[in-house]
Nanobody
Framework: QVQLVESGGGLVQAGGSLRLSCTAS?????????????MAWYRQAPGKQRELVAS???????KYADSVEGRFTISRNNAESTMYLQMNSLNPEDTAVYYC?????????WGQGTQVTVSS
């Protein structure tokens, strides 16, 4: 099981920016699993299903949901088993709890997430 810890959320005004971080904890096997898989950011807004926001392969190939293309940037640092999501030009529709996990997701690795709230 890979433990994933998200951080960096907060309250920001529309048009602002935030940078989320996701770190894999545990032993060498967990970090290796993180480093060698496609990882992703997901989000879940109140009353909505969880959706995939962005993903990054172990080689750095990235994909984005249409709703965030051009505004969000996903990156990873395998030396530190850490993944980031730089979010710019935030709008109230981006308000959600953000989670990191693999793509496809690992059932037992969902963490607490980090809340992002964008005020208008």
């Amino acid at each position: 099981q890979v433990q994933l810890v998200e951080s960096g959320g907060g309250l920001v005004q529309a048009g602002g920016s935030l940078r989320l971080s996701c770190t894999a904890s545990g032993g060498i096997a967990s970090r290796l699993r993180f480093n060698t898989n496609t990882m992703a950011w997901y989000r879940q807004a109140p009353g909505k299903q969880r959706e995939l926001v962005a993903s990054i392969s172990r080689g750095g190939y990235t994909k984005y949901a249409d709703s965030v293309e051009g505004r969000f940037t996903i990156s990873r640092n395998n030396a530190e088993s850490t993944m980031y999501l730089q979010m710019n030009s935030l709008n109230p529709e981006d308000t959600a709890v953000y989670y990191c996990n693999a793509d496809p997701s690992w059932r037992d690795s969902w963490g607490q997430g980090t809340q992002v709230t964008v005020s208008s």
